[in-house]
T-cell receptor, first 111, second 117 residues
Framework: GQQVMQIPQYQHVQEGEDFTTYCNSS?????IQWYKQRPGGHPVFLIQ?????EVKKQKRLTFQFGEAKKNSSLHITATQTTDVGTYFC???????????FGAGTRLFVKA | EAQVTQNPRYLITVTGKKLTVTCSQN?????MSWYRQDPGLGLRQIYY???????DKGDVPEGYKVSRKEKRNFPLILESPSPNQTSLYFC????????????????FGPGTRLTVT
C-alpha cells in the first residue's frame, strides 16, 4: 500500500544547530503537507507543497518538494527551544482522498 | 473562534462496552477525518468523510464505525472496544478536496485519549 517513510525518528540538537527531517514515498504524491505537534498537543498545519521542485520558507524553516514529487524535507536553521516537538509530513495521492502521515520526527533542543 | 472539538478528552473503559467519541467543527468544512496516534507509528487514518452521508475507509478502519448525518458532526463509534484500540484519537476537518481536486490544511481537535482494559 501507499506509505510515507520519515527519518530520523528522533533528533537531539544543541540550541543553534540546524535540523532536517526527510520524507519519502514509493509513489508520486499529488501534494505534501507538514505539521508540528508540541508535546501534549495536537498537530498544527505548517505548510503545503504542490509543485515539483517547490521550495518554501517560513522564517527559519525551509520546506522542499522533490522534482519527482516523491520526497520532501523540512530544514530548520539555528534551532531554538521553541522548536521542540514532533514534525510530521502528510501526503496525498492523485485521485485519492486519503491522507498518509509519516511516523514523525521528534526534535529535542538542548539549551 | 474556528475550532474542532472532541468529547470526551479522556476515557477509560472495559473490553466490549460500546462507546462514541464525538467530533464537531464550526468552520463549515466538507472534509472530516479520524486518526489514531500510536508511538512510533505517527497518525493513521481510520475513516474520512468528504461530505454529509459520504464516508470511506482509511488505512485502519477495522473495529470502528462512523456516520456523517450533519456537516458539522462526525462521531467515531467503537461497537466492541478491545485493548488494541487503546490510543490517542484525533478528529480533523478541512475544506473540500472533491470539488477542487486539491488538499487543504487540516484543523485538528485536541485529541481523545482512550484506554481499553
Amino acid at each position: 500500500g501507499q506509505q510515507v517513510m520519515q527519518i530520523p525518528q528522533y533528533q537531539h540538537v544543541q540550541e543553534g544547530e540546524d535540523f532536517t527531517t526527510y520524507c519519502n514515498s514509493s509513489t508520486t504524491l499529488s501534494n505534501i503537507q507538514w505539521y508540528k505537534q508540541r508535546p501534549g498537543g495536537h498537530p498544527v498545519f505548517l505548510i503545503q507543497l504542490v509543485k515539483s521542485g517547490e521550495v518554501k520558507k517560513q522564517k527559519r524553516l525551509t520546506f522542499q518538494f522533490g522534482e519527482a514529487k516523491k520526497n520532501s524535507s523540512l530544514h530548520i536553521t539555528a534551532t531554538q527551544t521553541t522548536d521542540v516537538g514532533t514534525y510530521f509530513c502528510a501526503g496525498s495521492y492523485t485521485g485519492g482522498f486519503k491522507t498518509i502521515f509519516g511516523a514523525g520526527t521528534r526534535l529535542f533542543v538542548k539549551a | 473562534e474556528a475550532q474542532v472539538t472532541q468529547n470526551p478528552r479522556y476515557l477509560i473503559t472495559v473490553t466490549g462496552k460500546k462507546l462514541t467519541v464525538t467530533c464537531s467543527q464550526n468552520m463549515n468544512h466538507e472534509y472530516m477525518s479520524w486518526y489514531r496516534q500510536d508511538p512510533g507509528l505517527g497518525l493513521r487514518q481510520i475513516y474520512y468523510s468528504m461530505n454529509v452521508e459520504v464516508t470511506d475507509k482509511g488505512d485502519v478502519p477495522e473495529g470502528y464505525k462512523v456516520s456523517r448525518k450533519e456537516k458539522r458532526n462526525f462521531p467515531l463509534i467503537l461497537e466492541s472496544p478491545s485493548p488494541n484500540q487503546t490510543s490517542l484519537y484525533f478528529c480533523a476537518s478541512s475544506l473540500s478536496v472533491v470539488t477542487s481536486g486539491s488538499s487543504y490544511e487540516q484543523y485538528f481537535g485536541p485529541g481523545t485519549r482512550l484506554t481499553v482494559t
